[in-house]
């Protein structure tokens, strides 16, 4: 997914075919011991199939790198003197995952081994602004989490940026996102246009796709091969995970749930056509349905993050507002309706519900699975869970971030040696 490539990652005076075995030794090496923690060398020799004197210079230029580190001592069960032991450094690598929604920015920032640097997420109307505003915006709250990592001394690794919409990965180009209002956007030329500081390696993708990265590799459902993730926010995304693996289709655009006509009498969509999903259960839907006068795009528009419009309803709900209450209902149903499809479509072992329907998730997943029950082919919907996501609003910009630390995984001779 990455759009921009780093020349001169090559160690001077190396063949080229010797480089790529060598890139390939350090990948092996630097995976294993993100995978297994603490452990020697002689483990990573006897567990990898290369030799002692091989892991010795792999692990020195993984340690000149700041990639790896040595703590010690490490006890095998073994009698003789303990060995000191490998494990994962990359405090000084930093990883950025960053997410343009309907109504808000995140940013989320780790080291290479997961330790979180930073976490925000601030109101925007990215609806009712032009690209150049939002990216704008967008720009500036990656131009101080990238100078709030320099002044912890990280050097970032790279950027992944997460918008609702379909993505041209290869080119950096956001297709067309209704609910933006985008068509043709050419993201990262726009950013660095924007301020996003020159050699650092940039991607895009859809929001939806980052999502289920997220749940996959550290969420509710991780290492489960087969996954389906709904996000719940102005519209609805659908990222898929198929034995493992991200499911993106011919150009990238699959899991686009939420366009699919459910009601051919239904109410006009941001993308123009009738009837979508996202008509039905996406949080305009469920804001339109139990507080009316305070709409999207119904009188004034005051920026508000989801969570506020969420707390609302949760709280008419609780005064007994009967519209309220049957929202949510009404909600529930289309989703069980909408996710009978996927299970039949994908058989996957879970559906996670992200976004807004993580947090109405004890009120939506009996809805939605009783409908699933009626409507599914009955083995695959009795063997799909429902499951609430606990990655919140920012699961996107988090798989963003594992985006980045996969590519340095790949490729360790990204990050520059150190003086």
Same mark, same amino acid.
């Given at each position: ?6 020349? $001169? ?15 390939? &030794? ?63 450094? $990359? ?27 930073? /976490? ?15 990216? /704008? ?34 080119? $950096? ?93 239904? /109410? ?28 999207? $795009? ?45 299970? &039949? ?65 790949? /490729? ?8």
């Amino acid at each position: 997914m990455t759009v921009e490539h780093q020349p $001169g990652s090559r160690s001077a005076g190396v063949p080229a075919d010797q480089a790529t075995v060598r890139r390939a &030794n350090l990948s092996l090496v630097l995976r294993h011991v993100s995978a297994r923690g603490q452990c020697s060398r002689s483990s990573v020799a006897a567990e990898t199939g290369l030799n002692k004197t091989t892991i010795s210079s792999l692990v020195g230029e993984l340690q000149a790198r700041g990639l790896v580190k040595e703590i010690g001592p490490h006890h095998a069960g073994s009698v003789g003197r303990p060995s000191l032991a490998l494990v994962l450094d $990359g405090s000084g690598v930093g990883a950025l995952g960053v997410e343009l929604n309907a109504d808000y920015i995140a940013a989320f920032a780790t080291d290479l081994a997961g330790r979180v640097l930073a /976490d925000r997420r601030i109101g925007f109307d990215a609806m009712g602004s032009e690209p150049e505003r939002s990216l /704008d915006k967008l720009g500036q709250v990656i131009g101080s989490t990238v100078a709030e990592l320099d002044r912890r001394g990280v050097a970032l690794a790279g950027l992944t940026v997460a918008v609702p919409g379909l993505v041209d990965t290869a080119g $950096g180009t956001v297709v067309f996102a209704p609910n933006l209002g985008w068509r043709g956007v050419p993201m990262i030329e726009r950013l660095r246009s924007a301020g996003v500081p020159a050699g650092v390696p940039m991607a895009v993708d859809n929001d939806a796709n980052l999502a289920a990265l997220a749940e996959y590799r550290s969420g509710v459902a991780v290492g489960v091969p087969n996954l389906i993730y709904l996000t719940g926010e102005v519209g609805v995304g659908c990222g898929i995970i198929t034995g493992g693996r991200p499911l993106s289709g011919a150009d990238g655009f699959a899991g686009e749930a939420g366009h699919v006509m459910v009601d051919p009498y239904g /109410d006009e969509c941001g993308c123009g056509r009738i009837g979508c999903w996202e008509t039905k259960v996406g949080l305009a839907a469920l804001v339109r349905m139990a507080t009316p006068d305070r709409a999207y $795009g119904v009188g004034p528009q005051v920026v508000r993050d989801p969570e506020e419009r969420l707390a609302e309803i949760e709280q008419r709900r609780a005064d007994g507002d009967p519209r309220a209450e049957a929202a949510v209902a009404e909600v529930g149903r289309w989703l069980g309706r909408g996710a009978s499809t996927l299970v &039949n479509l994908f058989n996957p072992q879970v559906i996670v519900l992200g976004g807004y329907f993580a947090r109405l998730a004890e009120q939506l997943i009996p809805v939605a699975r009783a409908e699933l029950a009626r409507l599914g082919m009955s083995v695959a919907a009795d063997r799909c869970r429902f499951a609430a996501s606990t990655l919140g609003f920012g699961a996107a910009s988090r798989g963003g971030v594992d985006v980045v630390i996969e590519r340095v995984l790949s /490729d360790p001779t990204s990050i520059a040696m150190r003086p």
